[in-house]
């Protein structure tokens, strides 16, 4: 038997819907559907799926997203909501979609599909023509004696006090189209070869709009300017804070990180992190801002045939958590 991989319309919805609900448990598929594959500003999703007889077997998609790449603006696309159902799986269903993905790239005018995908995703993204071009490392900082281990309150409250920054950046809730976002924006891209466009518009969609409001955004201001923008999500029941994103003006990465400390501290959180590029971390020199990196997942990056090999570059990228996850946990 083999199977027939098209490209999904809009009589196929209800199927897309279906499948998510399988690939994501308890997510509100129809709201996903409609901010993540319809209302995304930078173009609605394109979406594959595979069908054997009739029965739809899987699906995968590509979310538009505005790359800013040496200076200028280009169409990219994260890679994202790959599933294929279990009884059609290891068959290479995984591998044709992805291969069906790469021969529209040039029709549609994306330079490249990139991601950190899930271990299952990794061997059929390769077959599909996607290279591993680096890693995302995952960065951690305590905030609290409990995460180095001291167990007395009385240390614990010592340790605490010791380990926030005092005279740093605070953080102001971000508001729909935030002017300061795109001033923000306008500074830090003069020192982002590679990444996703991260202004109001963007930081709008994806985190004011997300249906899941789990990953609320922050304008960062320093002497009543704003110097980042960054949004955080509660994890592990309050014990861990997770930088999702961060963006900041030149010269402000620490700072910044040194505002959202003081911020994470003033609650229970043991921890924060963020994960960037291991590369990019490094260059950063995260340890200077207390940070620790560990644990690390595979960086992918399709580009057509003959494509732009920029994108394949891993000095270039500047990834965070703005292009993974897209708000999966509800
Ligand atoms: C990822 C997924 C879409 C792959 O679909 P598929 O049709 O089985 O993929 P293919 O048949 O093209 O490729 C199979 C290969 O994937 C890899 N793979 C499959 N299951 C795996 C697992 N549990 N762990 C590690 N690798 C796995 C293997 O390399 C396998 O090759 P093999 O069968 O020769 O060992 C499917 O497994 C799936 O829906 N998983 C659950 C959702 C998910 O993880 N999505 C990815 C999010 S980034």
């Known amino acids: 038997m083999s199977f027939e991989v098209r490209a ?10 279906e499948l998510i609900r399988e690939m994501i448990p308890g997510v509100d598929a129809n709201a996903r559907v ?12 394109l979406t594959w799926i595979a069908i054997e007889n009739g029965e739809v077997a899987g699906c995968t998609s590509f979310f538009p997203f505005r790359l800013w790449l040496d200076r200028e ?28 993905s790469r021969r529209a790239m040039m029709d549609h005018g994306i330079g490249c599909m990139y991601g950190a995908p899930g271990a299952m995703n990794l061997t059929p993204l390769k077959h599909g023509g996607s290279r591993e071009v680096g890693h995302v490392a995952r960065w951690v900082r305590p905030l609290r004696g409990a995460a180095i281990g001291l167990r007395s309150s009385l240390i614990d409250r010592l340790v605490r006090g010791i380990l926030r920054p005092r005279f740093v950046p605070y953080l102001e809730p971000m508001v729909r189209g935030d002017a300061r976002i795109d001033e923000v924006w306008r500074k830090a891209s003069a020192s982002i070869r590679l990444g996703a466009i991260r202004d109001a518009t963007f930081y709008t969609w994806r985190f004011i709009d997300a249906p899941a409001h789990r990953e609320p ?13 960054c949004a955080l999500e509660i994890m592990n029941g309050g014990k861990e804070i997770r ?33 960037l590029m291991a590369i990019d ?50």
């Open 73 to 100: 603006e280009v169409l990219g696309a994260l890679g994202g909501d790959g599933y294929v159902r279990p009884k059609f799986r290891r068959r290479g269903v995984g591998g044709l979609l992805h291969d069906a």
């Open 8 to 17: 999904a319309s809009e009589a196929d919805r209800p199927e897309v819907v």
């Open 281 to 330: 971390g490094r260059v950063r020199q995260m340890w200077r801002a207390g940070f620790t990196e560990r644990d690390s997942k595979p960086f992918l990056v399709m580009v057509p045939k003959d494509g732009d090999r920029r994108f394949l570059d891993p000095q270039r990228w500047f990834y965070c958590g703005a292009d993974s996850d897209l708000d999966s946990l509800e």
């Open 34 to 45: 409609t901010w993540l594959y319809e209302r995304n500003p930078a173009g609605r999703a």
């Open 243 to 275: 930088i999702v994103d961060l963006v900041t003006i030149p010269g402000a990465w620490n700072s910044s990180l040194a505002g959202i400390s003081r911020h994470a501290a003033e609650t229970e959180a043991h921890t924060i992190d963020i994960k």
């Open 217 to 229: 955004p922050f304008v960062i201001m320093h002497q009543g300017q704003p110097i980042g923008a």
